[in-house]
């Protein structure tokens, strides 16, 4: 149903002045009763469509609304996105996309929520995912990696964030370790990437991604106020949000392409370009002690590096960062 659609969609937009039902109907290989429903599903979903006797149908205007057809239309690409499903509101779009990957949905399956109100982020904590102000979706990967690599999606997630973050504005963008990104110092997107394995080979990863898009100041929740934001408060302006996941959609998918053939290597400068306090010394605290260092880089594995003040080099898998005189921590 929702590839014929988009095939409809994009005759329409590819012929000039209007198509005929029956043109239409021969293309798609669809009886007229059925072009003329899905004309009216168009119409429900914000198209302003002119139907003219004898002369058929010409899209007028598309809907900026967020939906699976305004999605899919223009996204154009090779994997990603080709089944979309769009929810009003759900509990939690990984939750979703899990159950999908359990039913046999292929790699690149998509699913995008204009409201969460279960939320996830990392370590169990929830995540604010308010009704049309945000990117709240999660993606269905099966990549032939063994588990040991998985991290690496993570990885190159966040720096897909980052760049189309870039892309789109004049924001400097930064991934603090290990997946968040930050614009001026503070947060506006998280990524959480849940695995179903065996001991030697991934079944599905399903990455999900929350993005703080057009949230004004007072609608921060209080109690985060002093480490989120959102693109908006940023920058200044509001974001159109289904533009703002296709080009986040194209870009991952090119980037994960060229992973996929070229290996980590690339994935892995791109996130120390972006990294946040790379190169600079912090205050470091683990279970065990707390020292000086400078960080690094990071590991394939998605260990953080850090050199201490002796020229040390260790690998950080779960830590606090501290930097600055208030003692602000990552």
Known sequence: MESTRKQLIEVMNNQEGHVSGQELSELLNISRTAVWKHMNDLKKDGYEIEAVQKKGYKILSYPDKVSGNTLQWGLNTKWIGHQLFHYDQVEST?????????QGKPHGTVVVADEQIKGKGRMARGWDSPKGKGIWLSLLLRPNLPPVQAPQLTLLAATVLAKMIDERSALNPQIKWPNDLLVGHKKVSGILTEMQAEQDSIQYIVLGIGMNVNQSEAEIPEDIKYKASSLKIESGETWNIQETIQHLLRLFEQSY???????FASVKKDWEDYGYRIGEEVTISTMRNTWKASLVGIEPDGA?????????????????????EGGYHA
């Open 94 to 102: 990984q939750e979703i996309v899990h159950q999908m990957a359990k």
């Open 257 to 263: 392409d060229h992973y996929e053939r070229h290996g």
């Open 304 to 324: 953080l590096i850090a050199r201490n003040l002796q020229g040390k080099e260790e690998k950080l898998y779960s830590a606090e960062i501290h930097w600055g």
